[in-house]
């Protein structure tokens, strides 16, 4: 059988969409050139690819065949790029990163220092909530992750680098500023300004109080930590974040770290790839980069100042 593997491909994305015109689009072809392609294919195989059902596409056995083949050809093509990338070096090469909103407060600082070491390679960051970061490593749209410890029901590899404790932060004039070791109970009539329902932060929180059996009353929602900052800091509640989101504004005495007993919640950060992932070597380095020593220097510290 004489086939080319631009017509695979071709093939491949209209037995995926099961649509010419969709399959046109993605491929950046006319429509009459995709079913050219798909007719010499059909000629080749000496079989029907598709069969017609009204307006609707769908495949035949042999397409099927064809569909799983072409599939596995392409993992293996992309697979070989790989290699061959890998023997050139991490000369150059584009990370694809997506990190928890949180881990965007130090991810930059990793991310530049990583391109110092290999200038030639660049990155795309995607920074969003833990809920979409899931979603993106099951659809395989990223490469590594930063985010808190995920699942443990997905198929995904997991590597703590660093702690990332969740504090509770209060405005200066607060009643419990200074107070030592202020016990939960005393929390009870305290408005917590919090983060939104998918982020990791939230899930810790409310995970904490509930094992507790401490009712938390949440008020107002915010999808990012330097809001929460600035409501605390407004008086609008309380507040609890990761010590990585407070610069300068514990040192200018904006806000102040209660000491409240059981925090604070120690968590990690995770990097995270779908399980057995081959990465592509530019992500490899930097997975390296980070567990090495290195990267030592640059990590956050782990407990309140
Ligand atoms: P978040 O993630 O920014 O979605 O809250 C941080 C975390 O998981 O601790």
Redesign the pocket.
């Known amino acids: 059988m004489h086939l080319t593997l631009r017509q695979l491909e071709v093939f491949e994305a209209v037995a995926r969409h099961l649509s010419y015109t969709r399959a046109a689009e993605e491929l950046h072809l006319s429509q009459p050139a995709v079913s050219m392609q798909i007719r010499q294919l059909e000629e080749a195989a000496g079989l029907p690819l598709f069969e017609k059902l009204g307006k609707q596409i769908r495949l035949t056995e042999a397409g099927d065949e064809f569909f799983h083949y072409s599939q596995a050809i392409g993992r293996q093509l992309e697979e070989l790029d790989e290699v061959i990338e890998a023997l050139k070096g991490v000369q150059t090469g584009h990370l694809r990163i997506s990190v928890?909103?949180?881990?965007n407060y130090f991810a930059t600082r990793l991310l530049a220092a990583f391109s110092q070491r290999y200038p030639g390679t660049t990155f795309s960051l995607d920074v969003?909530?833990?809920?979409a970061?899931l979603e993106q490593l099951t659809r395989n749209e990223t490469d590594l992750v930063i985010?808190?410890?995920p699942p443990e029901d997905l198929d995904l590899d997991a590597t703590a680098f660093m702690e990332?404790p969740?504090v509770i932060i209060a405005p200066a004039r607060h009643p419990l500023a200074g107070r030592k070791s202020i016990p939960l109970a005393e929390l009870r009539d305290e408005v917590f300004v919090a983060?939104e329902q998918?982020?990791?932060?939230?899930?810790?929180m409310e995970r904490f109080f509930q094992e507790r059996g401490f009712q938390l009353k949440t008020g107002m929602e915010m999808t990012s930590?330097s809001a929460i900052k600035h409501a605390v800091e407004a008086g609008l509640g309380l507040g609890i974040v990761?010590i990585h989101t407070l610069e300068l504004e514990l040192e200018a005495g904006r806000l102040v770290v209660l000491d409240v007993e059981g925090f604070p919640i120690e968590?990690h950060?995770y990097l995270v790839t779908t399980k057995d992932k081959r990465l592509p070597p530019v992500a490899r380095a930097f997975f390296d980069f980070l567990m090495g020593d290195d990267a030592a220097g640059l990590m956050l510290p782990g407990v309140a100042a």
């Not at 928890?100 to 881990?103: D, G, I, L, V």
């Not at 969003?128 to 809920?131: E, G, I, L, S, V």
């Open positions: 928890a909103t949180t881990a969003t909530n833990r809920k970061l985010m808190g410890k990332n969740l983060r998918q982020s990791g932060t939230r899930i810790a930590n990761s968590r950060w």
